[in-house]
């Protein structure tokens, strides 16, 4: 396994970092910054801007995994956060609540909740969105810096195509990280992230304590490529969970060229490696790469053609993302939120239209494994919205997965509205 020699100092200082922005936060008297957007810590306050979101959702599931019941959930997510104006010394804060509740059945699915949030449920499909009040986001920001922003406390990070780091923003309880988070974008296009994570908050309602490290730089080159590296270190601290401690390299680069007027050919790849880190017991020797192509046809119709693989066999391991919004890949039916012992590759094709406040997309996929090759399943997704004059979202979202070797035949369909205030 790697275990850096620079690792504990790193996190040492990161600690260290909390406690001088906590300090800072206690003794920064008004009036030192030249630029203001607050003239005293009161106005800062009073003068902030509040926002409730509404998100009510009925989701249904049918998987042979549990053959006589089907699920029913029909959850309301509430959140109402408020964030305050810049204070006379370049700090601001923001806190968010959030509250998840069942509207009707509680019994109607088993919620995977986490120790007492757990319904109880076992006859009946797991749909994973228990029930659950807590502040979901409250953390400071610091903008004394020029070009640098700085965030300490509870926080959602969203990084990219969330394919490794996200807030899993699809279920009613989001994933949040308790957090130091560096956003620095002195350099001309580029913007470059680090962020030490002590504790991620996740959907189930518990939490994963770690000694994280997150380190993100976007380059915009030109209006046709823009470019992504990353480093992630995860170092989860109890010994449960230890066999996803790992070190991930890797990078990215997408864009697009306008070949007429009508017509915009879009591109990705993005490669990753892992291997094993801190006190994971396992030896990981894990591979990631993609590959998609596309247009985009008079700027309503998108088409894409994507081949995507995580290694993965007895011997090396495989390549696990287990901070990503995983519901945004392989799948909407959530058949592949870790991978499976002998890798996966994931063939899909996507088409999009949009008209107005209206869209449609559809995606399939052909699942097989990435290590001797056997057919897992395949899978359709669908999904239409439309959008009020009101901005209010109205949409219907459908998942279709029949299996070969993995998992059962599932299908799920997902009605859903969302309305900010």
């Given at each position: 396994?790697?275990?850096?020699?620079?690792?504990?100092?790193?996190?040492a200082m990161a600690r260290v970092l909390?406690?001088?922005?906590?300090?800072?936060?206690?003794?920064?008297?008004?009036g030192i910054l030249a630029e203001e957007t607050a003239s005293t810590f009161t106005d800062a306050l009073k003068k902030g801007k509040a926002h409730i979101d509404l998100r009510y959702r009925l989701e249904t599931v049918s998987d042979d995994a549990v053959p006589d019941e089907n699920a029913l959930a029909s959850t309301l997510r509430t959140t109402l956060n408020y964030k305050t104006l810049t204070s006379p010394c370049g700090i601001s804060a923001f806190v968010e609540f959030e509250n998840v509740t069942i509207v009707g059945d509680d019994e109607g699915y088993n919620n995977a909740g986490a120790g007492s949030l757990w319904n109880g449920v076992t006859d009946k499909p797991v749909v994973a969105?228990?029930?659950?009040?807590?502040?979901?986001?409250?953390?400071v920001s610091i903008t004394k810096i020029q070009d640098t922003q700085i965030n300490i406390g509870r926080q959602e990070l969203v990084l990219g195509n969330v394919r490794f780091v996200g807030n899993v923003g699809w279920r009613q309880n989001h994933q949040s990280y308790d957090a130091l988070t560096f956003v620095n974008k002195s350099v001309n296009k580029t913007t470059l992230i680090y962020s030490y994570v002590h504790n991620v908050n996740r959907i189930f309602g518990d939490n994963i304590p770690m000694d994280a490290q997150i380190i993100n730089a976007v380059v915009d080159a030109n209006e046709h490529a823009k470019i992504t590296g990353f480093t992630y270190l995860l170092d989860l601290r109890r010994n449960s969970q230890a066999g996803l401690s790992t070190v991930t390299l890797g990078g990215n680069i997408s864009g697009s060229h306008t070949a007429s007027d009508n017509l915009k050919i879009l591109y990705c790849t993005e490669l990753a490696m892992q291997s094993d880190f801190g006190d994971n017991p396992n030896s990981i020797n894990a591979n990631y790469y993609r590959f998609e192509g596309g247009a985009k046809i008079q700027g309503k119709l998108t088409v894409k053609a994507g081949y995507e693989v995580l290694s993965g066999n007895p011997t090396d391991g495989s390549f696990q993302t287990p901070l990503a919004t995983l519901h945004a890949w392989n799948g909407w039916a959530d058949k592949f939120l870790s991978t499976p012992t002998n890798g996966l590759k994931d063939f899909y094709i996507s088409g999009e239209v949009k008209q107005g406040p209206f869209g449609m997309k559809a995606i399939y996929h052909n699942y097989t494994a990435e290590e001797g090759g056997g057919k897992y399943g395949s899978e359709l997704d669908i999904v239409a919205s439309?959008?009020?004059?009101?901005?209010?979202?109205?949409?219907?979202?459908?998942?279709?997965?029949?299996a070969d070797t993995h998992a059962f035949d599932t299908n799920k369909i997902m009605v859903f509205t969302t309305f900010s205030i």
């Open positions: 396994m790697i275990r850096s020699k620079n690792t504990s100092h790193i996190i909390v406690g001088i922005c906590s300090l800072v936060l206690s003794i920064c008297p008004e969105d228990p029930m659950i009040t807590e502040v979901n986001q409250a953390y439309c959008r009020t004059r009101w901005k209010q979202l109205f949409a219907f979202k459908m998942a279709l997965y029949s």
